[in-house]
């Protein structure tokens, strides 16, 4: 694999102001979703549920790439066509999430660390054999009191970073993504603050490991007020945060920055990404892109509770907010959808 396939993949995952869907949720989060809503927490509905999004008709108009779960990679449509060839047959390039989740960071409490290094190298091998094209990695660092501590930041920049090197030798775009929590009751700028210094670290990280920018994407939080602080800045204020950040850490050869939405409302996630392209986009040196994952999926999930006489209505969910945060990305979401 030369490092120009690497730019080239990296950049078509941002290319036509389309964005990337993250299907990548662990079968613990997906049926927590399904519970909420009364769906069988088994394989055979997440199959259904997935294969309702793989095969959604116009999907490939606005979404480039796909996030896959080690399960949902391995499933296959009803026609018997896996999941990653359908994405791919689609238009839409097929990832995989490779970490193996965020667990407790050795005396530091209420910190953790993002495991599955080992035996990465083999892993990242038979995904690229299943058809992906590149992968993701998250890590998570939440702030409180006392919180971050350099050790936690650092940590995980390193994994990242080392995570990152081992895509780009096997051939696959590496989604680096290290995410600020929502969580708690801190303010923007403290947000800011943190998002500046994980950024920061994680690119020496990246730089020492020897990643190739050109070829790896960003995939970072909002610099947002926590859920439970008392001002809930405007999304003006956040967009100008979220970009004030970005320039002041990311490196302009990085092709594109795609957003998590954390958690974010569907609507709320897309109008801060619209107010950032409408503009900042001609004065940032990367695109300003989404990958998001509830803030697509939730309302197709509500819609679909799990009855196939619900799929056609439920794509159509989906879509429609997949288009409405393409939109966004041209900075010309008219209104709130």
């Known amino acids: 694999m030369t490092a120009q396939t690497l730019i080239d993949t990296a950049r078509a995952l941002v290319a036509g102001d389309k964005g990337l869907l993250a299907m990548d949720e662990s079968n613990a989060t997906c049926n927590k979703r399904f519970a909420t809503l009364g769906i069988p927490q088994t394989e055979a509905a997440r199959r259904e549920w997935r294969e309702l999004i793989v095969t959604a008709p116009g999907l490939a108009d606005s979404i480039s790439g796909a996030i896959l779960f080690d399960e949902t990679i391995r499933q296959q449509t009803h026609a018997g066509v896996p999941f990653a060839k359908a994405l791919s047959d689609a238009g839409i390039v097929p990832g995989i999430k490779v970490d193996t989740g965020a667990k407790p960071l050795a005396g530091h409490p209420g910190e953790t660390v993002t495991e599955g290094l080992d035996g990465l190298r083999e892993r990242l091998a038979e995904y690229a054999g299943m058809g992906a094209r590149f ?81 790896m994407l960003l995939k970072p939080n909002m610099v947002l007020p926590g859920l439970k602080a008392p001002t809930q800045d405007s999304v003006e204020a956040v967009a100008e945060a979220t970009v004030a950040c970005l320039l002041r850490t990311v490196p302009a050869a990085v092709p594109g920055v795609a957003f998590l939405s954390g958690g974010q409302p569907a609507q709320l996630a897309s109008a801060r990404l619209n107010e950032m392209n409408a503009r900042f986009r001609p004065r940032v040196p990367w695109a300003l892109a989404f990958s998001f994952s509830r803030a697509v999926q939730q309302p197709a999930l509500d819609a679909w509770k799990g009855d196939a006489a619900n799929a056609a209505a439920a794509q159509q969910a989906l879509v429609l907010r997949t288009r409405s945060n393409q939109a966004a990305r041209r900075g010309a979401l008219a209104t709130t959808p």
């Open 135 to 215: 992968a993701k990695w998250r890590g998570v660092i939440a702030i409180g009191d006392g919180l971050p501590t350099r050790a936690c930041i650092d940590v995980n920049a390193h994994a990242l970073a080392r995570y990152a090197a081992l895509c780009q030798e096997a051939g696959l775009v590496p989604i680096v993504e290290p995410e600020v929590l929502m969580d708690g009751g801190h303010s923007l700028a403290q947000c800011a603050e943190v998002t500046e210094e994980v950024l920061n670290r994680t690119f020496a990280a990246l730089r020492a490991q020897g990643v190739l920018l050109e070829g």
